[in-house]
């Protein structure tokens, strides 16, 4: 039987972020991860810093224009919050952060380039709205067809497969411990106390001989795209689903693209990485065959998003048509029905955190130091309650209780 103060399914960003928070601030921490840590979406995903609203956002912002004020100025906490990061954790995370652009093409788009930079800039972002000439002298990689942007200067990029790992050993030598290759598959409310039991998975954990029994005093769940089946273990429905993304990589180039470059109305998002490397995303889609139910299933490369992510990057930066790609890879994340992410504890069950959604890499972080500010001291120093899972609690009227 082990015991804790917090037991955090999940060992993505968000959950070994959280170890480190928690550690810090005195608790007993517990890891629990069905496979390898940073083995999901955050290992997986391109490592870029979008500050400024996303495509993504932007398609819905009249319908989530209240959210999306509360969101802005959150912003500006995680973009402090990255600054300081690798003296924090006292590593090399490959982490820059030397500004980003997104890009119009069209008049309609140049419009709506101008509503955002309104829209942001009245809730305390600090961006410059960049004339076609202007960004001639600043990206002189872009094609001719782009008449303008938006820049901003906290913008970047880090490495998805060291800052994870980073944050486990930090974590570590606080004294968090880490279960690998362990599947939750029981959670029940006692009186006082929450019970889980694990199982071991593909990966194995020869310590706990196949299984282990767990007791705690507080739940995170931080499974990511897998949380609605961590939480529906604890009797509770998280409206977050599974989807899969695509990126690719090109082959090693000189100097080139000097900026994160997004589109304001088109799926791209690009940057030149340290070893000289384009990494090229934007949210087109991979397949998913099959979801298990278990965070097992694996996305699939789409030949049409794959060749629509690449000709929408070479239209954009037309020297990309010389390189070769390199690779292309897939992951899996989990978005909720409003596009923001789930942060905090849910109602119905006491002493149940979630920390999952939204742009999990970007944000990561601060969602990780926030909802341990949360456990630990009952209130956060900036709010968080337009992310609650409260706003959702009328989809669990009919749920049972954890354990029955």
Known sequence: ??????????????????????????????VLESDALNGGASGRNAGSLHFQLEYRLLEYQEQ???????????????????????????????????????????????????QKYEFETRHGMQLELLSRSELRARAPYLDDRVQGALYC?????????????????????????????????????????????????????????????????TILNAAGAWAADVGRLAGVHLPIFPVGLTMNVTEEAPPLVGHLVQHVGRRLSMKQVREGNLLIGGGWSARLPELTGTGSAAARPLYRSVCGNLATAA????????????????????????????????????????????????FGPTYAELISQLIAAGETAYPIAPFSPARFSHINMFMREAGH
């Open 315 to 362: 239209e954009v930066v037309p020297a990309l048509r010389k390189l070769h790609l390199l690779r292309t890879w897939t992951g899996v994340t989990g978005v909720t029905a409003d596009q923001l992410p789930l942060l905090g504890e849910v109602p119905q069950l006491p002493r149940y955190f979630v920390a999952a959604g939204g742009s999990g890499f970007t």
């Open 153 to 217: 200067a906290d913008e970047g990029h880090c490495n998805p497969r060291y800052l994870t790992l980073a944050y486990a050993r930090a974590a570590q030598r606080l004294g968090a411990v880490f279960h690998t290759g362990s599947r939750v598959h029981s959670v029940q409310r006692l009186r006082h106390e929450w019970a889980l039991a694990t199982v071991a998975s593909v990966a194995g954990d020869a310590e706990h001989g196949g299984r282990a029994d767990y007791r705690c005093d």
């Open 1 to 30: 039987m082990h015991s804790c103060d917090v037991a955090i399914i999940g060992g993505g960003l968000i959950g070994c972020a959280a170890a480190f928070y928690l550690t810090r601030l005195g608790k007993r921490v517990i």
């Open 64 to 114: 989530l224009q209240d959210h999306i004020a509360h969101l802005v100025p959150f912003t500006r906490r995680a973009i402090e919050q990255w600054r300081g990061l690798e003296t924090l954790l006292g590593e090399d995370l490959e982490l820059v952060m030397h500004g980003g652009i997104m890009v119009a093409e069209t008049a309609d788009q140049l419009q709506r380039l101008q």
